[in-house]
Nanobody, 123 residues
């Protein structure tokens, strides 16, 4: 059973940084595609970034390109989201997701989801 556990959220001032972690367990993730999404109150879930575990190839939403970086640590089975230059509009619950099928990085299909971690950016 795949389990994804996010951590690292919190309260930060605008312009600050946070690093989110997603600890993955229950499978061998070398062929998986991993993603980060977020959902703000009253808004739809929004794609942030994706990474292919095997190659490290990445894909970002335009809204975070240049500010956020997705990466993975094979030894720790963990995916990270480094968030810099945070803005109040980045406030949301951030979710980690995993997809075992060899779909393109731009695909929004993800089978497994974590419970989310809250990120709040104050102005």
């Amino acid at each position: 059973q795949v389990q994804l556990v996010e951590s690292g959220g919190g309260l930060v001032q605008a312009g600050g940084s946070l690093r989110l972690s997603c600890a993955a367990s229950g499978r061998t993730f070398s062929s998986y595609r991993m993603g980060w999404f977020r959902q703000a109150p009253g808004k739809e879930r929004e794609f942030i970034a994706a990474i292919r575990w095997s190659s490290g190839s990445t894909y970002y939403a335009d809204s975070v390109k240049g500010r956020f970086t997705i990466s993975r640590d094979n030894a720790k089975n963990t995916v990270y989201l480094q968030m810099n230059s945070l803005k109040p509009e980045d406030t949301a619950v951030y979710y980690c997701a995993a997809e075992p099928l060899p779909l393109t990085l731009t695909s929004m299909t993800y089978r497994y989801w974590g419970q989310g971690t809250q990120v709040t950016v104050s102005s």
